[in-house]
């Protein structure tokens, strides 16, 4: 079955760079997506990559993509305490749905 | 651009009462999703309307649950009766159909069952 798996919790400080993992098991998944959300709101769509490709930059975000290990990662450049959010993976499979991790708590110390 | 609308933002009711949730997805979005967000997961999908159509309500516990979208713009999800383990953020979003899917949320409704 579908399944993605992150890492619960990362602390890196202001100014560092932030890297989220994430496993996915579903090799037709066609797009793989970035998720942020702040606290009382909903999800806000950072990124997204198409499995044919392996990198993606998009200012200060950068995601990795290795189909072969169904990993994806997103780098955050100068994490800013801004970026203190919970961040989901999500992968697209059969009829446009979307299967979420259950998030990673990014917390930037200043 | 207004995003998607979802309202009420929050609710409090007793167990085994009737709990509506409403969302206006944004213009032209032919797409509507309904998911449900417990504590620290991420959000799991309920259903899936295509315009009007529920193309996808695989994971809606239907003894329960009930959801309509009856012009193919804003819906309406309906919990009757409410249990305590109900209690949960209620997302809608929606998208165009285009390839990347991307999927456009709302702040969501919290609800909570006493």
């Known amino acids: 079955g579908e399944d993605v798996e992150q890492s619960l919790f990362l602390s890196v400080r202001e100014g560092d760079s932030s890297v989220i993992n994430c496993t996915y098991t579903d090799s037709s998944s066609t797009y793989l997506y970035w998720y942020k959300q702040e606290p009382g709101a909903g999800l806000q769509l950072l990124t997204y990559?198409?499995?044919?490709?392996d990198m993606k930059q998009d200012q200060r975000l950068t995601v990795l993509l290795n189909k072969k290990d169904k990993h994806l990662s997103l780098r955050i450049a100068d994490t800013q305490t801004g970026d203190s959010a919970i961040y989901f993976c999500a992968e697209s499979i059969a009829g446009n749905k979307l299967v979420f991790g259950a998030g990673t708590i990014l917390r930037v110390k200043s | 651009e207004a995003g998607v609308v979802q309202s009420p933002r929050y609710k409090i009711i007793e167990k085994k009462q009737p709990v509506a949730f409403w969302c206006n997805p944004i213009s032209g979005h032919n797409t509507l999703y309904w998911y449900l967000q417990n504590l620290g997961q991420g959000p799991e999908l309920l259903i899936r309307y295509e315009n009007e159509e529920a193309v996808d309500d695989s994971q809606l516990p239907k003894d329960r649950f009930s959801a309509e979208r009856l012009k193919g713009v804003d819906s309406t999800l309906k919990i009757q009766p409410a249990e305590l383990g109900d209690s949960a953020v209620y997302l809608c979003?929606?998208?165009?159909?285009?390839?990347?899917?991307?999927?456009?949320f709302g702040p969501g409704t919290r609800l909570t069952v006493l």
């Open positions: 979003a929606s998208s165009l159909v285009t390839g990347s899917n991307e999927q456009f």
């Open positions: 990559i198409f499995s044919n490709m």
